[in-house]
């Protein structure tokens, strides 16, 4: 039978005795340590240089003053409705129809959201004047902020509509 010490200065192979240098073995852990060492620092330098890469895009964006997804829409659609810029107005057309239900001016434009100021008179809303819907520029919620002291309500999930 064949045996194999790893652990001692010596081998047996084949019922035969072969001296092995002294600190091979050493010397065969310390390369390995010294490669998972170089490996775990490879990976290390990756992890920490992505963050600082996405950071640069950010900042180019911001200094740009351009949204994350690159481009501003001019169209918006919605679970519930859609919102579309026609001329200097947006209106906001309910889901399938093609006859709008309200009207607002743009009122700011970041990288972020696009707020829309409500010129549609509204009877049975005391705040009417106040209401203010901001689209995220890149999709997601769309907020309703009105009254003082000012109160925000989730509307809708929208998204651009660049179709």
């Known amino acids: 039978m064949t045996q194999l010490h790893l652990t001692s200065s010596s081998k047996v192979l084949s019922g035969k ?9 050493k010397t065969w852990l310390a390369m390995a340590a010294g490669a998972l060492t170089a490996v775990f620092a490879a990976i290390g330098a990756v992890n920490s240089v992505i963050p ?18 690159l481009t501003y829409a001019d169209r918006f659609a919605g679970t519930q409705s859609s919102f579309r810029k026609e001329g200097n107005i947006w209106r906001e057309y309910p889901r399938g129809s093609e006859t709008y239900s309200y009207e607002f001016k743009e ?7 696009i707020m829309l100021w409500n010129v549609t008179p509204r009877a049975n809303v005391p705040d009417a004047a106040s209401l203010v819907v901001h689209l995220p520029v890149c999709g997601g919620t769309a907020m309703l902020t009105e009254g003082l002291p000012e109160r925000s309500t989730k509307l809708e999930e929208v998204w651009p509509d660049r179709g």
Do not use: Y
Not at 52 to 69: E, F, K, Q, Y
Not at 107 to 113: H, L, N
């Open 17 to 25: 005795a072969v001296s092995a240098k002294p600190g091979a073995s």
């Open 52 to 69: 600082a890469v996405s950071n640069i895009g950010s900042a180019t964006l911001d200094m740009l003053n351009l949204p994350a997804c």
């Open 107 to 113: 009122i700011r434009r970041t990288p972020q959201e």
